[in-house]
């Protein structure tokens, strides 16, 4: 697995989650991703920038533009943050629960809409999710 | 400073959201709906999101608080012009949009309005109706 580009940005601010969507956006039309894969690839990277900044009380997000050995390529988004951290895990990733405001689908929502899904995270210790979605 | 313009349409309130909103401006947006609402004695709302790449789960709660707050008001909202990828996706990440009326375009949306708005008024004046 070969990384052909990386690049990080910061997650402070509503209007950083904005930044990031857009950043996101021009990454998976570069990649090539078809017009449906970019809008669930956008949606999942807002679902969990707002996480970021909302939860985690800002961070960052790397963005990694991957190509498989055998030539697939993927777009790898990790977000990090020095957060609370979550302390349940399994509950977090219901659909429908939330410590905050929202409707609880930021790590269940994006989970479905990307291919693959990590979550690190302990309390005290921050929280890395890591996302992929890979060209078909 | 950021603002989205609500257009006054008859007896509706047109909003037509042409960029891609912070969540502060969304939450700004229902404010200033609600409160032109009971400002202007609007019977109806109608939301033209075309414009829109994404609409993530904070934009879809926006959408509901907004559907829920103008039928508190006596006012319906109508979502229209949802793009294809954009319906793909809601479904997907899993929110329902639950008493948000959809329509596909701007045209059926204000049919749909007048419609809802006909059906009230029978409602509350059943003599008017048949006349």
């Known amino acids: 697995m070969q990384v052909r580009r990386d690049e990080v940005a910061q997650l402070r601010s509503s209007e950083d989650i904005v930044h990031v969507r857009q950043k996101v956006r021009a990454w998976a039309i570069e990649i090539g991703f078809g017009l449906v894969d970019q809008t669930k690839i956008v949606t999942a990277a807002s679902e969990l920038a707002r996480n970021t900044v909302t939860y985690g009380g800002g961070g960052t997000l790397q963005l990694r533009w991957l190509v498989q050995d055998a030539g697939r390529q993927g777009l790898r988004l990790d977000f990090t943050d020095e957060g609370p951290g979550i302390a349940d895990l399994k509950r977090a990733l219901t659909d429908g629960f939330t410590t905050g405001s929202g409707l609880g689908l930021g790590l269940s929502g994006s989970r479905r809409l990307m291919n693959d899904f990590e979550i690190d995270s302990a309390p005290g210790k921050g929280t890395r999710v890591s996302v992929a979605r890979w060209k078909p | ?131």
């Open chain 2, 1 to 131: 400073m950021d603002m989205i313009p609500i257009l006054r349409v008859g007896d509706a309130l047109l909003v037509s959201i042409q960029v891609d909103m912070h969540d502060r401006l969304a939450v700004q947006l229902q404010d200033d709906l609600t409160a032109r609402i009971v400002s202007s004695g609007a019977r109806g709302v109608l939301i033209d999101i075309s414009a829109l790449e994404i609409v993530d789960s904070f934009i879809g709660r926006m959408l509901a608080n907004i559907a829920a707050m103008s039928s508190v008001l006596d006012a319906h909202t109508v979502v229209v012009g949802m793009r294809p990828a954009v319906a793909i996706t809601l479904v997907e990440l899993g929110l329902e949009l639950n008493g948000v009326s959809t329509a596909l375009n701007v045209d059926r949306g204000l049919e749909l309005l007048n419609r809802q708005l006909q059906a009230h008024e029978s409602l509350h004046d059943p003599a008017d109706a048949s006349s």
